[in-house]
C-alpha cells in the first residue's frame, strides 16, 4: 500500500550540479552555523532522500561539510521543520 503518490524529482548529474551552484548562489552560507567557507558547502535536502528524492532549489538548503556530518550523524537535534524555520526566517545575530 503507497499513500502517498510518487514526487520523485531526479536530475541528470549536470542539471543537478547547476542546482547545487544555484542553492549555494541563493544561500552564501551555512544555514546552521553561518560559515561562508565556500569549499565546504554541502546541498542538503530539507525533505529526506530516503522519504522521496526531490532535487528542486527549494528542497535544497547549504550546508557547511562539518553541520551536514553532524545533522546526518544525528549529533545535532535540528529537526527538519527547524531547518525549515530557520530557514525561512534568518536569525538576526542571535
Ligand atoms: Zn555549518
Ligand atoms: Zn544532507
Redesign the pocket.
Given at each position: 500500500m503507497r499513500p502517498m503518490p510518487k514526487t520523485n524529482v531526479v536530475l541528470s548529474r549536470a542539471a543537478w550540479k547547476k542546482l547545487v551552484e544555484e542553492c549555494f548562489d541563493r544561500d552564501g552560507e551555512c544555514k546552521l552555523c553561518g560559515s561562508g567557507a565556500k569549499d565546504t558547502f554541502?546541498p542538503?535536502?530539507l525533505i529526506p532522500v530516503s522519504r522521496g528524492r526531490v532535487d528542486t532549489l527549494g528542497n535544497l538548503i547549504t550546508?557547511c561539510y562539518a553541520c551536514?556530518l553532524r545533522?546526518?550523524g544525528g549529533e545535532l537535534s535540528v529537526t527538519v521543520d527547524e531547518l525549515i524555520d530557520r530557514y525561512n526566517h534568518p536569525s538576526n545575530g542571535a
Amino acid at each position: 500500500m503507497r499513500p502517498m503518490p510518487k514526487t520523485n524529482v531526479v536530475l541528470s548529474r549536470a542539471a543537478w550540479k547547476k542546482l547545487v551552484e544555484e542553492c549555494f548562489d541563493r544561500d552564501g552560507e551555512c544555514k546552521l552555523c553561518g560559515s561562508g567557507a565556500k569549499d565546504t558547502f554541502c546541498p542538503h535536502h530539507l525533505i529526506p532522500v530516503s522519504r522521496g528524492r526531490v532535487d528542486t532549489l527549494g528542497n535544497l538548503i547549504t550546508l557547511c561539510y562539518a553541520c551536514h556530518l553532524r545533522l546526518h550523524g544525528g549529533e545535532l537535534s535540528v529537526t527538519v521543520d527547524e531547518l525549515i524555520d530557520r530557514y525561512n526566517h534568518p536569525s538576526n545575530g542571535a
